[in-house]
């Protein structure tokens, strides 16, 4: 099976649990202080793998206990660390994270070493990026780097899956690289102008990012679901009925269990329904990659479904 190479961020997430994240200018109380690895990159690479991947990951930590950690943990995961590499000033990515009562999260992120992670980087790992399934990249490192990237797969017709996330602005030109671009709800709304109140809104948003370039397009929706739309097809998956603690890292769940489901050669609709599934189950725990589920569980919980 081909790999799925992962570039992006890795962070130690710092989290606290709140009745309601506090406003500009406020201060609220919190509980349940709790410190575990993150990152978007990082968590789609951990998801990926779980879900039965073999999957590269290109990253840059810093030389402090936080980049130790981090890296133990990838090992733990089975992922490829030969582009893992440590950043002589930058400290490691951190995260603040404020959990509310209803599951959501509001996140302030210190990429720190994320931000070095450059185009040169990119071009040492084109060996494994040329035979990959696909390559999947978010928003947490420089732009020039996610350029250089989705450049390069292309070059090797290599199907690109991007995540825009934080949102910032991505040239046409390379949104036209894209096999697949899946932004949440604000992020779509970000790139297209469209706020998202329900599946016609969805709909008219996807809509419009298809017209941006990208081959497909998956929108999250957190408990509603996604909306999909490609060439010819468009569809609004509901989400799997759960009892949410924590969305941290739903999305990044999504992603990388796509991106597994895809290398192991499925059809997109299965990939959706994996991603769902192994988003769903993400929820039900806190934390990032402490909530990411296993292959197998995802498999019994989607039996379970039939
Ligand atoms: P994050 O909270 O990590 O920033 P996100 O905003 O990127 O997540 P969401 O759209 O909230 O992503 O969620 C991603 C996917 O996770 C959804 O499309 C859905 O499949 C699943 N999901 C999220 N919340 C729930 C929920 N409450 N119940 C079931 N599935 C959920
Ligand atoms: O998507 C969730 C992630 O966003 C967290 O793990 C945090 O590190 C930030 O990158």
């Excluded at 992962?6 to 994240?21: E, L, P, Q, R």
């Excluded at 130790?68 to 992922?79: E, I, P, T, V």
């Excluded at 290599?158 to 602005?169: D, G, S, Y």
């Excluded at 990044?252 to 769903?280: I, K, L, N, P």
Aim: charged fraction near 25%; proline fraction near 5%; glycine fraction near 10%.
């Amino acid at each position: 099976m081909k790999k799925v190479i992962v570039i992006g961020s890795s962070n130690t997430d710092m989290v606290v649990s709140t009745d309601k994240a506090p406003a500009p200018g406020e201060t609220v109380l919190g509980s349940g202080f709790f410190m575990a690895p993150g990152g978007k990159g990082a968590n789609q690479a951990v998801a990926a793998a779980r879900s039965g991947a073999k999957v590269v990951f290109v990253t840059r930590l810093g030389r402090d206990d936080f980049g130790k950690n981090s890296l133990a943990g990838y090992k733990r995961d089975g992922l490829d660390i030969t582009y893992v590499s440590f950043d002589k000033e930058e400290p490691s990515g951190t995260a603040l994270i404020a959990v509310d009562k209803k599951a959501q999260n509001s996140i302030v992120v210190a990429p720190g070493a994320n931000w070095k992670l450059s185009p040169s980087d990119i071009k040492r790992a084109e060996a494994a990026i040329k035979n990959a399934a696909c390559i999947v990249l978010q928003q947490e490192i420089p732009e020039e780097t996610v350029e250089c990237a989705i450049d390069l797969a292309c070059a090797h017709k290599v199907p690109v899956i991007l995540n825009p996330a934080p949102a910032r602005k991505i040239k046409k030109v390379i949104l036209k690289k894209v096999y697949l671009l899946n932004p949440n709800e604000t992020e779509a709304q970000f790139l297209t102008g469209v706020k998202i109140t329900g599946e016609r809104s969805a709909k008219s948003a996807a809509t419009k990012l298809l017209g941006l370039g990208p081959e497909n397009v998956i929108i999250t929706l957190g408990s509603r679901g996604v909306f999909a739309a490609g060439r010819g097809f468009e569809m609004l998956v509901p989400a799997f009925k759960v009892k949410a603690v924590d969305t941290t890292a739903a999305g990044d769940t999504f992603t990388g269990g796509f991106a597994a489901a895809f290398a192991s050669g499925s059809d997109f609709y299965e990939c959706v329904r994996f991603g769902s599934a192994a988003a769903a189950l993400c929820v039900t725990k806190k934390g990032a990659q402490s909530s990411i589920p296993y292959r197998k569980e995802v498999e019994q919980f989607l039996n379970h479904r039939k």
